[in-house]
């Protein structure tokens, strides 16, 4: 069956089952590699995109649930504002260990910061709940969010404070 999508603001044809994951749609079909296999439950988040803004597994979510709602994966989410801040903040923070989930992290951070531009970490933490990292980075993510949302980096701040650049 063939399906019309915009993905990453690009629209894109495939031909798939409509029972066929999301997740295998973009990395087979579509060959974006930013979503990760995880659980292939929806129980880890290593697969998060995002639907209309809004975070989902991709692993669950089969190709005829997509129906007119744009996809948003990491390879795209750069292209916002709220992106470039988490990208940035990520990187400020060392916040990856084995990188494995951060895909996933970044994606449903994404969608917490579009509803919600400044989260306490009540907030984050709930947004976040689904999102699993084995390597346990996550007052490093909580941090890079906050960071996120603030609008800035450390680097910045550190820069603007002495006057220095870069």
């Known amino acids: 069956m063939k399906f019309a999508l915009t993905v990453n603001g690009k629209a ?6 409509g029972d066929k994951p999301l ?3 973009l990395r087979e079909e579509l060959a974006l590699s930013g979503p990760k296999f995880g659980c292939g439950q929806g129980l880890c988040g290593a697969c998060t995109v995002l639907l209309d803004g809004e975070a989902v597994r991709s692993c669950s979510t089969p190709l005829s649930a997509v129906g007119k709602a744009k996809v948003t994966t990491i390879e795209g ?11 940035a903040a ?3 923070l060392d916040v ?27 907030a984050i933490d709930a947004a976040m709940s689904g999102n699993l990292c084995r390597c346990g980075t996550y007052h490093r993510i909580r941090a890079a969010i906050h960071q996120a949302a603030a609008g800035g980096t450390r680097r910045a701040a550190r820069d603007g404070e002495t006057g220095h650049a870069g």
């Open 90 to 92: 990520w990187v400020d």
């Open 12 to 17: 894109r044809t495939v031909e798939a089952p």
């Open 96 to 122: 990856p260990q084995c990188g494995y989930c951060q895909a996933g992290q970044i994606m449903s951070a994404a969608s917490l910061l579009a509803a919600n531009p400044r989260p306490d970490d009540a």
């Open 77 to 87: 989410v750069g292209a916002t504002a709220v992106g470039q801040r988490l990208r």
């Open 23 to 25: 997740l295998w749609v």
